[in-house]
């Protein structure tokens, strides 16, 4: 190709040869360093441009009551923890999906993350999963029993990262507005607040190193987990919109509200007060305060704003929860033999029957799946291998027998 007059150039910004420092040469032209190197800026800020509206598309944001109906149709009962997660999960998805909105107002909305205080049993995991799942968002849970304070034994609070990574098949721009769920929160509770010679690794420690996960900031996290492989390549993941929801039991923190609503309703108007509260479910009454006595740190309860209750389940509940929810157990059992070409029915005293043995467990929901399975064990062994068998009735006095014979029978409760 002939040079231009007056020397080579960049056919694009028309810098001389001797005003750049490299020059490459094309069939049509020349192009200089510093166009190359805004071409380049163009192209990534066009392609993350493409990769944030396809994550905008992908989020399923409903609004609070389309999402507690969905949550209505696998959860029964507990309609102020409904009401509270599907307030905070579409605030917080609003607030990611306002790309630019917030920064021009110079109004920057903070996430937050919520607690949830209910006994075992009482639906915290079954809530922060079904709404993970209405979303459309990687979801992750994580058990803060076995976290610890860096260098001992135990995994640290960045593994609690590496599962959402996981869950969203690595890729960082998913997981970055998944939900993690945070169960056993209750169990890194600071042991005692006097000063102690040895170190609090799984209690304050782990607190502490929570505090930088629920903020938001930068976290490196190891791909394969943290200590098995150390010289593994970080990634490098943003948790300013990364969903925390904590549960736990906090077995006795019923007592500490129980005292403090009593000092409360001291002097005048005393007995007014004690009157007015509902002494079956203190919990309702859960304040941050309370989480603050059980022994969770100030800045850690200040990075989990939203405090939501769990209330236990009663008879009534437990019987809808057994039948009436799409993915009910019952109707679990219904569809294995199903598979099997087998139509399972039950007689509604067996119900009846489970639910009391539940109770008298003291296991919550998760006791019925498991009186369940002592009754169905022997149908479930004998059904798939006798083929003449099409129709299966599970009756009361079946069920009272493979319950009699069952080791859960003979569970004692203190």
Known sequence: MAEPKGGVKCSFCEREKQDTTVLIAGKRGHICDRCIEQALQLVKEELNERSSSSLYKAINLLKPAEIKKHLDEYVIGQEDAKKVLSVSVYNHYKRVTQKAATQEEDVEIEKSNVIMVGETGTGKTLLARTIARIINVPFCMADATVLTEAGYVGEDVESILTRLLQAADYDVAAAERGIVFIDEIDKI?????????????SGEGVQQGLLKLLEGSFVNVPPQGGRKHPDQKMIQVNTRNILFVCGGAFEGIDRKIAKRLQSQTLGFGAQKGLEDLDRNNY???????????????PELIGRLPVVTH????????????LTEPKNSIIKQYVKLF???????TFDKAVFDLIVEKA?????????????????????MF??????????????????????????INRLKVA
């Open 382 to 407: 004998d059904a798939p291998s006798e083929k003449e068998t099409k129709d299966l009735h599970i009756t009361l006095e079946y069920a009272k027998a493979k319950m009699k014979r069952s080791a």
């Open 310 to 321: 769990l209330n236990s389940l009663d008879q009534k509940t437990l019987r809808k929860i």
């Open 359 to 379: 109770l008298e467990f003291k296991l919550g929901a998760r006791g019925l799946r498991s009186i369940c399975e002592a009754i169905m064990m022997d149908a």
């Open 338 to 344: 199903e598979l099997d070409g087998v139509k399972l």
């Open 283 to 297: 919990l309702q009454y859960v304040s941050p305060q309370d989480l603050r006595s059980f022994g969770l740190i």
């Open 189 to 201: 509770s600071r042991k005692s607040d006097n000063p102690s010679i040895t170190r609090d690794v």
